[in-house]
């Protein structure tokens, strides 16, 4: 991975003395215990990942970076052993950072780092319809329909015991927006529903040291991810590429806006 360009020679982790995390000594070699097709396994977490986030992430105006959440299951041999196990999980989330995973007082481990698309060999070159999320739910309004209806739920319960609350106040502003919310819907559907992205930020992934993975011969992982709002355009209109981004590099090189953004020097 480069790192940027100094004095004319391109920087690596290995030059800056940066090198990724190592297991601990102790544990046996995975080689062995890597009974699956691990580049397949993990463009199983990449689409996993994909398909939540297009469905669940609730992505707005105002930039919010909203986490999603998926479970995968790792096979392990049959009989094997708690340091063989984590031996197999090391080796799954290997290259990932420089920096030891984080472990809490019941033995759980989380690896918490930005490269996201380098750890599942995600290449590069490939266009942003291939590399990105999309289409994604963008100022939906769901998010604060739901902060509302749970304000109204926890003044009940304080109108209940008898304690001073802003239910009235609540109930108006939800109805207020349900009422704004049908306005924008009804507009959206006299014209051309909005295509929206989304890319990716930062990621955690943890494996929880109890579980039951004897009986289901597999292990699981929890990787979260946080995505944020990368820009619009129907990727069937533009060769693959984004509309509308602020990023030339996501953009069709023959496109209007490309060769805009490249004649302002971006």
């Known amino acids: 991975m480069s790192t940027g360009i100094f004095d004319g020679m391109t920087l690596t982790w290995g030059d800056l003395g940066l090198t990724k ?6 544990l046996p070699d995975p080689s062995s215990l890597v009974t699956f097709d691990m580049a397949k396994k993990k463009a199983e977490i990449f ?5 939540r986030v297009k469905a669940k992430a609730q992505h707005t105006k105002n ?15 049959p009989g094997s052993t708690e340091d063989e196990d984590l031996a197999l999980i090391w080796e799954v989330m ?34 942003p319809k291939d590399r990105f999320v999309h289409p994604i739910l963008f100022d939906t309004g769901d998010r604060k329909r739901t902060v509302l209806r749970n304000k109204i739920r926890k003044a009940e319960r ?5 304690l001073a609350t802003d239910l009235a106040r609540y109930e108006a ?5 349900e009422e704004k919310l049908a306005r924008k819907k009804q507009q959206e ?8 992205w989304a890319a990716y930020d930062e990621c955690a992934v943890t494996y929880k040291k109890k579980q039951g993975r004897k009986c289901a011969r597999e292990l699981q992982l929890t990787v979260r991810v946080r995505t944020y709002y990368l820009g619009s355009g129907d990727p069937r209109e533009n060769n693959g590429y984004l509309g509308g981004c602020s990023d030339p590099d996501l953009l069709d090189p023959e496109s209007q806006l490309f060769k805009l953004l490249k004649m302002m020097g971006r």
Do not use: C, M
């Open 21 to 26: 995390a190592k297991p601990p000594a102790h």
């Open 47 to 51: 689409e996993a990942v994909r398909e």
């Open 63 to 77: 930039g919010r970076k909203p986490w999603t959440q998926v479970t995968v299951p790792i096979p392990i041999k």
């Open 94 to 127: 290997k290259g990932t950072t420089r920096d030891p995973p984080k472990e809490n007082s019941k033995g759980d481990l989380t690896w918490h780092f930005w490269s996201y698309l380098e750890w599942l060999g995600i290449d590069d070159s490939l266009k």
């Open 158 to 162: 304080e109108a209940a015991q008898g």
């Open 173 to 177: 502003e939800l109805e207020e927006y």
């Open 189 to 196: 559907q006299s014209e051309k529903e909005p295509y929206h």
